[in-house]
C-alpha cells in the first residue's frame, strides 16, 4: 500500500491550488486520511482530516474555511482544495492514512500509519 501526494506549486498570496493524494492498495474502506504541512524549522502539523467511514472532517484552526478536504472512492484519491493562500502556508504537505481510526479523525502524527512522501506548497507575498 502506498500513498503519492501531488499538486504543489508555487503561487502568490490568495491563489488556490488543489493537493491530490492517490492511494494504491486495499485502503479507503476505513479508517481516516489526514493531511499535515510541515514549515522549514517546524515540527509537522495536522491541516486537515476526513474519516472514511463516517465522513467526518476536522480542520486546524487556522485553515478552517479555507481548505477542504473531500474523496473520490472510485479513483482512491484524496483531495484537499486550498484557496485564499497566504505565505504562512508554505510547508511541504503530506498525506497519511491511519487504519485504526473508528469514525473520528485523530490530529496526531504518530497515530498514521502510513504516509506519503510530500508536496511542496510554496505561497509568495
Known amino acids: 500500500v502506498q500513498l503519492q501526494a501531488s499538486g504543489g506549486g508555487l503561487v502568490q498570496a490568495g491563489a488556490s491550488l488543489r493537493l491530490s493524494c492517490a492511494a494504491s492498495g486495499h485502503i479507503f474502506r476505513w479508517g481516516s486520511m489526514g493531511w499535515f504541512r510541515q514549515a522549514q524549522g517546524k515540527e509537522r502539523e495536522f491541516t486537515a482530516g476526513?474519516?472514511?467511514?463516517?465522513?467526518?472532517?476536522a480542520y486546524e484552526d487556522s485553515v478552517r474555511g479555507r481548505l477542504s478536504i473531500s474523496i473520490d472512492r472510485g479513483k482512491k484519491t484524496v483531495y484537499l482544495q486550498m484557496s485564499s493562500l497566504r505565505p504562512e502556508d508554505t510547508a511541504v504537505y503530506y498525506c497519511a492514512f491511519d487504519r485504526s481510526a473508528t469514525g473520528v479523525v485523530s490530529s496526531t502524527p504518530v497515530d498514521y500509519d502510513l504516509w506519503g512522501q510530500g508536496t511542496q506548497v510554496t505561497v509568495s507575498s
Open positions: 476526513i474519516n472514511l467511514d463516517s465522513g467526518r472532517t
